[in-house]
């Protein structure tokens, strides 16, 4: 997998290893091996720590994310990935008695820093959480509270975006009908696809996928997989996964966590086949975790 | 041997469960057996719309509407008080304290609800009365506003503790859902986890009024005891709690004045079962609304 004819890869036919640009020397995994699939970096981490009280659950996590592809984050639990991807929103910041160091950049601006506002954050890096939590409103305001509290009050505008956004969700079909009733009186796949279509319509650039999939059955979850690989066209997306046989259907890239560590990061083909860290291995063929 | 033991076991339990139940028909039929008397007399029509209450004059008058009247001027006073103080504590409490405000606030609202009525009737009588009477040069400080007051005070307790279980029964998910998609703290709060909780928030509301509404030590010692259509919140009242405490011990068993003091307790029996029925009515929505079933 060293040489991988880039030209070759779908949407990748002006793209070279040369062409990679990025915090030079800070990601050495994503610079030197030239070994993640996608264009330069949207989101960059580096050298991030992250603390609960005084227990440390990331060390020195420096990683980045193509724009438009999809990063799976795996490791078992307790390994911090979803401190990580919690980091990126600033939800962390709803935890009392953490504190952090380091940087995440997005297209360039450190999101971690004071300056930043939150509030404008989360609207450009939307999340998907574990298990499917629409509000107890009907399907129509849980998909329109994120317009609204964002002030936007033009009826048309807000009806157009929520129907636009449950399209892209795939759940325009089942729920056309349905848009009065209460979103708690949908199915849980069909719960999580509007929790998806609700974070959609604040219009994102960056969708976190903290174990979407975790409550839900196999056919929901081979339609969260499929909408994700949709969504990839227009957004960047990471995505945290439990299951390896998920990360290795929906990603692009794959970082390997373990125990607060980031161990490797590389295209999700070649971290499968031929995983570099001793430890990677012994993740991904069930020796542990 | 032992089947039998288990059967006995379960007879007794059974038996000790149910006895709640005979308690509640024992009262209500004691209730219904010696207030339908007065009926006989006074109309029902006559009893509850009747403006004099004179059970002792000769002939007697039995109109309690200035005894309901009162009930309704306190607890609805009451509430003025005690929804914003114990709604407010409870946002306070949820939403901005600290874990060392909470140790100390919660412990504080429970030892309110904790003081028995008469330390508040006493304080009503001895502090607030005078207070009110110079402050607003009444007659005499013992009137509506006073009780309302009191009563507010007392049902706070009741109204903060449910009303903070509400909100803590809004699953932390929908607190996250909206933060992620970019609202504020007030947003979160206003749109999400107050709707959520509202009908939760409603039943401490109502358990709220259902306290007040049946508090009667208090109300004999603050509200002044005239059994007069009152005018404004100055007028001492006489709620139906008062009139009853007041007059059972010098109306003879089984005169009408006695059973028109039941039917009394009848009617306030039948509101505070409605308030009952209603909060627990609506707390299960609450429940269902939130997924948390049952």
Redesign the interface.
């Known amino acids: 997998m060293h040489n991988v004819d880039y030209e070759k890869q779908p949407g990748m036919e002006n793209f070279h290893p040369s062409l990679v640009k990025g915090p030079v020397g800070i990601n050495m995994n994503y610079m030197g091996e030239a070994d993640v699939f996608g264009p330069e970096a949207k989101i960059s981490a580096r050298k991030v720590n992250f603390y609960y009280g005084a227990k440390r659950a990331l060390n020195n996590i420096n990683i980045s994310f193509s724009p438009r592809r999809v990063t799976a984050i795996i490791g078992p639990s307790g390994c911090g990935k979803s401190t990580f991807i919690r980091l990126i ?1 600033r ?1 962390h910041e ?1 935890v009392p008695g953490t504190r952090f160091e380091g940087e995440i950049l997005i297209d360039g601006l450190d999101i971690l820093s004071p300056a930043c506002d939150a ?2 954050l ?2 450009r890096v ?2 998907v ?1 574990q ?1 499917p ?5 009907t399907v129509f305001e849980n998909v329109a ?2 317009l ?3 002030g936007v009050t033009d009826k048309h505008l807000i009806e157009e975006k929520v129907v636009d956004s449950l399209k892209k969700a795939a759940l325009w079909g089942e729920i056309k009908d349905r848009l009065k009733d ?1 979103a ?1 009186g949908l199915s849980g796949g069909q719960q999580q696809r509007l ?1 998806i279509a ?2 959609l ?2 219009s994102p650039e960056v969708i976190l996928f903290d174990e979407p999939c975790a409550s839900l059955d196999p056919i929901s979850t081979a339609k969260i997989e499929e909408l994700i690989l949709t969504l990839k066209k227009e957004y960047t997306i990471v995505i945290v996964t439990h299951n390896m046989q998920q990360a290795a259907r929906v990603s692009d890239n794959t970082a390997f966590f373990l125990m607060g560590d980031l161990i490797e990061t590389g295209r999700t083909d070649r971290i499968f086949k031929a995983p570099r860290d001793k430890r990677t291995e012994d993740y991904i063929t069930g020796r542990f975790g | 041997m032992n089947k039998r033991k288990e059967r006995l076991i379960k007879y007794l339990f059974t038996a000790l469960a149910f006895s709640s139940l005979v308690f509640l028909i024992g009262i209500v039929l004691v209730l219904f057996k010696e207030a339908l008397p007065i009926f006989g007399k006074v109309s029902l029509k006559a009893f509850l719309l009747g403006e004099s209450w004179y059970p002792t004059s000769e002939p007697p008058e039995f109109g309690i509407l200035p005894l309901i009247l009162a009930s309704l001027w306190v607890t609805l006073g009451a509430l003025v008080i005690c929804v914003p103080i114990g709604v407010g504590s409870a946002l306070y409490l949820h939403e901005l304290a600290g874990p060392r405000q909470r140790a100390i606030l919660k412990p504080v609202i429970e030892i309110l609800a904790s003081v028995p009525s008469i330390v508040y009737g006493f304080f009503g009588m001895v502090i607030l009365s005078p207070f009110l009477q110079d402050t607003f040069e009444l007659p005499i400080g013992l009137c509506a506003l006073t009780t309302s007051i009191i009563l507010g005070v007392m049902a706070t307790p009741t109204v903060a503790s449910i009303a903070e279980d509400a909100l803590s029964y809004v699953p932390r998910s929908f607190r996250e859902a909206s933060f992620a998609v970019g609202a504020d703290r007030w947003q979160t709060l206003t749109k999400v986890i107050i709707p959520a909780a509202g009908s939760g928030i409603s039943t401490a509301i109502i358990l709220g009024m259902s306290r007040a509404i049946g508090e009667t030590m208090t109300v004999l010692m603050v509200a002044g005891g005239a059994a007069v259509i009152p005018h404004s919140v100055f007028d001492p009242v006489r709620p139906m709690t008062a009139a009853i405490a007041a007059e059972m011990g010098e109306a003879p068993v089984g005169s009408d004045h006695y059973n028109a003091l039941f039917a009394i307790a009848l009617i306030l029996f039948l509101i505070t079962f409605v308030f009952n029925i209603a909060a627990e009515f609506i707390s299960r929505r609450f429940r269902l609304k939130l997924g948390l079933s049952r």
């Open positions: 929103n939800m709803l509030a404008e989360r609207k939307g999340m959480f298990k939590n629409p509000f107890p409103k509270y994120g609204e509290v964002n209460s708690l929790c609700r974070c319509a604040v």
